[in-house]
């Protein structure tokens, strides 16, 4: 307990976006986030009062960082899982646990699972040869995602190959330098979906609407709440995969399920979902909840490893669209001049920036606009958010 507050102390391993917007959500909560960062210059070491530097890797420093902590929870999958077991074995209690936790840090670990569940996967099979790579794209049908089984995000970690030579040239390479592969079928997708799912040690879950998330070249550029035209019956079926997969695979804290809504005629909605990937912690599709939710979704991962009882997650509007900002080329209207414009062309918008340095395609920031109709919002978002990457009201 910090003893000058009287409530517990929690640790956020990782120093990024994440653990910055959950130090906020702590703010009002009265908790104290104790934050163990890389560098002075991650974002949630720039804003936090209680910040260790070290590197997720080192066993001692997480360690020293856990001692100070009632309990410890993740800004990113990056911890090793046997440190996760090895500080677990010492009584440390770490939310979420590493036998759940392994199944956002490996792909092929996930798959399997999904699997034994009979949860709803594309087709998919692990890679231990060039030659399993060829026989599965024959099979289903070229082209195929080839994924490696740890470490990637963003759209990095992910190759979309065509046919047998490129299959054979890629995996060769991969393979020798030790990357784990999986390949997928590449699905017919109608649309990207997210459904978010928090769920405390007591086993008490609140899941939040469905939402669309579009994507542009691996990076989730936008976010719409609710998914729109997306029929009951479907909502309802991926909110409940999403609280069967926090129960059965044990998760505390926040659940992210990344969805895939393909055709299926067979259904009466005309579509079934499948599951894309699985986080756990604070997500890129739940910033909108900041503003646009009862409970953001950061206050409610604190509720939720605190083992309190779980916030409200409906909507504060009709329509939330939260478009997140890119790093644009260096240069050009400062970014203070940047928010000027922006606040006086779009007063409305929420602005949310990370801290970072600015480089080309890195998440630098996000933007939220809520409103009554989707057309008018998402143009809105995305004039704010042109502002902040371009100094410009340009086309996205």
């Not at 890389?38 to 070491?45: I, R």
């Amino acid at each position: 307990m910090d003893s000058r507050t009287g409530l517990p102390v929690v640790g956020m391993v990782g120093g990024g976006q994440l653990a910055r917007m959950t130090h906020q959500a702590a703010i009002a909560l009265g908790q104290s986030l104790r934050v163990l960062a890389l560098t002075p210059d991650d974002g949630a070491a720039l804003v936090a009062a209680d910040v260790q530097y070290g590197d997720h890797t080192d066993l001692a420093a997480l360690r020293t960082f856990a001692k100070a902590c009632d309990v410890v929870t993740f800004d990113h999958e990056h911890v090793p899982t046997e440190h996760i077991r090895a500080l677990a074995g010492e009584g440390v209690k770490l939310y979420p646990p590493a036998d759940a936790l392994v199944h956002a840090q490996d792909k092929r670990v996930m798959r399997e699972r999904l699997d034994a569940m009979a949860a709803p996967n594309p087709a998919w099979r692990p890679v231990e040869s060039t030659a399993d790579l060829v026989a599965f794209g024959d099979e289903v049908g070229w082209p195929v995602m080839v994924k490696a089984a740890r470490g990637g995000y963003d759209g990095r970690g992910v190759w979309p190959v065509g046919d047998a030579a490129q299959a054979t040239e890629l995996a060769e390479t991969l393979l020798a330098g030790g990357t784990k592969l999986i390949v997928e079928e590449r699905v017919a997708l109608r649309r990207e979906l997210a459904v978010q799912v928090a769920r405390s040690p007591f086993g008490q879950v609140a899941v939040y609407p469905v939402v669309e998330t579009v994507q542009r070249d691996g990076i989730c550029v936008e976010v719409l709440a609710p998914a729109p035209d997306l029929p009951e019956e479907l909502a309802v079926a991926a909110q409940q995969l999403g609280i069967d997969l926090a129960t059965a695979l044990g998760v505390v804290g926040l659940l992210a399920v990344e969805l895939f809504e393909v055709a299926d005629p067979s259904t009466s909605s005309g579509s079934r979902l499948l599951v894309n990937e699985l986080a756990m912690r604070p997500h890129n599709s739940g910033h909108w909840t900041i503003e646009g939710a009862r409970t953001s979704q950061f206050e409610q991962h604190l509720r939720a490893v605190l083992d309190y009882p779980m916030g409200d997650t409906a909507l504060t509007a009709p329509v939330v669209v939260m478009a997140n900002v890119l790093g644009g080329e260096p240069g050009g209207m400062p970014i203070d001049e940047r928010l000027h414009h922006l606040f006086a062309a779009e007063p409305t918008a929420r602005v949310h920036l990370y801290g970072k340095q600015v480089r080309p395609g890195r998440k630098i920031g996000h933007v939220t606009v809520l409103g009554d109709d989707l057309d008018e919002v998402r143009a809105r978002a995305a004039r704010a958010m042109r502002w902040l990457r371009d100094g410009t009201e340009g086309t996205a």
